[in-house]
């Protein structure tokens, strides 16, 4: 969240940060309350120091024989205290307001970040993968027709299992799942991150520390009956693993990498935009979280974009790096660089000249304080020095199932079958081309394929 005295001293910021932002938010409004807190604040210390001296004073008075000045200074004990009270009890309600107010404001976007409307305004940074493409069939099989075909991705049997949203990997599907997973964490492993297997249902405070509650709500899976959520993405864990801890300069940077399965109420277009496993309900990622001191945090950004593009890189599949604007941003983020594979197999209108889509299997973003704040997140500079917020970033390194999609529709070929790209081969067992699977049960009779 921000900092109340940051709102307060930088309004005109706030106000442009959260128009560039598209955020329906009053700013005068919480100045007023705030303005109101304050100067209750300020009556109730007035109030305690005098009742505070009129208590001593009864004692005096009374010492002196001054019995009824002493019973006239109790009475105003005893009205100040009623005073008080009053005052305090105001004081906590705005307080309280304030602070949820505070939690549905979106962070103030860095200098750097283009002011835009919405995704179409992002920048393009670059594209990595291009020059050097792969020979491609003619035309080539989408990853749900060819998950079908290859009997490695079964949709309609996971809606049988789970609803819409849900898939079997099968066979080789699943093995190459297995194998993404392994092979992220063995090269975020070599960057020097450290390994956490986290719980997978997180409670509302963590998920408000991160910034998904409240306003993310409808998006997530609620465990009914518990105050559990079933985790959105493994940085809601991993980032509050240390809530109102302090942390030393010592341990920072701080880097942990988590495999988690994640799970979201997923909404969007109908049609090919969402068929297959691009956008369901639950699928896994390797996350990213670093924890640094407030000065490094803008080149940490620049380093963690690096490691999560390692993956792609290593894999072999072209990709693009985007600076999102402001009204792209996400909730918590103060900068945002989004990773977008090349997945060739459906031709959209926003995608690159070559055909195909655009699929975002990374965001890495810089949160500076404000999740910090939320979750009591701070380290100590020096042991003898006052507390201090650090600030938090995170990546997805990478989107296994995204990843997945974007391997089956480049790596295919002429025949149907796909190339296991080499550096998966030794986490397969040195399998080189998937070529699926025959069909199971009586529906597969009909298809000729079994006597």
């Not at 789970?162 to 599907?173: C, E, M």
């Not at 109908?270 to 640094?292: D, Y």
Request: charged share 35%; net charge negative; proline share 5%.
């Amino acid at each position: 969240m921000l900092d109340r005295k940051y709102i307060r001293e930088h309004p005109d910021k706030v106000r442009a940060a959260l128009e560039n932002r598209g955020a329906d938010v009053d700013v005068d409004e919480f100045l007023a309350l705030d303005e109101e807190w304050r100067k209750l604040k300020a009556q109730g210390d007035d109030l305690r120091h005098e009742r505070n001296e009129v208590s001593r004073s009864i004692g005096d008075l009374k010492q002196e024989g001054k019995e009824e000045e002493a019973q006239e200074a109790i009475e105003r004990s005893s009205a100040l205290k009623a005073e008080l009270e009053e005052v305090e009890e105001r004081a906590d309600e705005l307080d309280s307001e304030l602070e949820e107010r505070s939690l549905e404001i979106p962070n103030v976007p860095h200098e750097s970040v283009p002011v835009g409307e919405d995704e179409d305004d992002n920048e393009e940074v670059r594209r990595e993968g291009f020059d050097s493409l792969r020979d491609l069939p003619t035309e080539i099989v989408p990853h749900y027709d060819l998950g079908e075909d290859l009997e490695i991705i079964d949709e309609a049997r996971g809606a049988k299992v789970s609803g819409s949203g849900f898939y079997f990997l099968k066979g080789d599907g699943a093995r190459l799942e297995h194998a993404l997973i392994q092979f992220m964490l063995d090269v975020h492993r070599e960057q020097e991150y450290v390994d956490v297997f986290p719980p997978v249902p997180v409670d509302s405070e963590a998920m408000t520390g991160t910034g998904q509650l409240p306003k993310f709500a409808e998006d997530a899976y609620k465990i009914e009956d518990d105050d559990l959520w079933l985790c959105p993405t493994a940085e809601v864990p991993v980032t509050n693993m240390y809530a109102d801890d302090i942390l030393l300069r010592g341990d920072l940077p701080l880097k942990h990498q988590a495999y988690t399965p994640n799970f979201r109420r997923e909404a969007g277009e109908h049609g090919v935009a969402t068929r297959g496993i691009v956008r369901v309900h639950q699928f896994n990622k390797v996350e990213l979280v670093n924890f640094v001191e407030p000065e490094e945090s803008y080149d940490r950004l620049e380093g963690l974009l690096a490691e999560a593009e390692e993956v792609l890189q290593k894999l072999g599949l072209p990709y693009r790096i985007l600076n999102l604007c402001t009204g792209d941003l996400t909730f918590s983020s103060a900068k945002t660089y989004d990773i977008e594979v090349w997945a060739p197999g459906d031709d959209m209108e926003d995608g690159p000249e070559e055909g195909g889509r655009w699929l975002e299997v990374s965001s890495a973003s810089n949160f500076e304080d404000f999740q910090a704040r939320r979750a009591g997140l701070r380290y100590r500079p020096e042991r003898h020095e006052s507390t201090e917020y650090l600030h938090t970033l995170n990546a997805s390194g990478t989107a296994i199932g995204r990843v997945m999609v974007a391997i089956l529709e480049y790596y295919q070929n002429d025949d149907g079958t796909v190339t296991v790209p080499k550096i998966l081969r030794p986490y397969m067992g040195g399998q080189e081309v998937i070529e699926g699977h025959e069909p199971v049960g009586e529906s597969a009779l009909g298809s000729g394929d079994k006597e």
